[in-house]
Nanobody, 128 residues
Framework: QVQLVESGGGLVQAGGSLRLSCAASGRTFSGYAMGWFRQASGKEREFVAAISWGGRSTYYADSVKGRFTISRDNTRDNAKNTVYLQMNSLKPEDTAVYYC?????????????????WGQGTQVTVSS
């Protein structure tokens, strides 16, 4: 069974930082690119960042480029199959529910339809 569990969200002041984590079960994680999306209240879910299976390729939405960093831990220890989103210099417009997602292949992609599995999301709220 595919399981993706996000954590690390919360309330932070503008200019602050948060680090989101997404823990995945072994078969869920190995050999697949991963991504982060977000959905603000009343808006559609949008792409934030993606990373290839090997971690060499990363993509970012223009709105977060230079502030957010995606990374992953591909150790064989299943307990550490995790993808991270380091978020710095947060802005009120970053407020949203953040979702971790597993792509259908090894190549990082910005396209939402190419992600087949999703976590439940974690709330990030940035106050001004």
């Amino acid at each position: 069974q595919v399981q993706l569990v996000e954590s690390g969200g919360g309330l932070v002041q503008a200019g602050g930082s948060l680090r989101l984590s997404c823990a995945a079960s072994g078969r869920t994680f190995s050999g697949y690119a991963m991504g982060w999306f977000r959905q603000a209240s009343g808006k559609e879910r949008e792409f934030v960042a993606a990373i290839s299976w090997g971690g060499r390729s990363t993509y970012y939405a223009d709105s977060v480029k230079g502030r957010f960093t995606i990374s992953r831990d591909n150790t064989r220890d299943n307990a550490k199959n995790t993808v991270y989103l380091q978020m710095n210099s947060l802005k009120p417009e970053d407020t949203a529910v953040y979702y971790c997602a597993r792509a259908n292949g090894i190549i990082a992609t910005t396209r939402r339809p190419e992600y087949g599995y999703w976590g439940q999301g974690t709330q990030v709220t940035v106050s001004s």
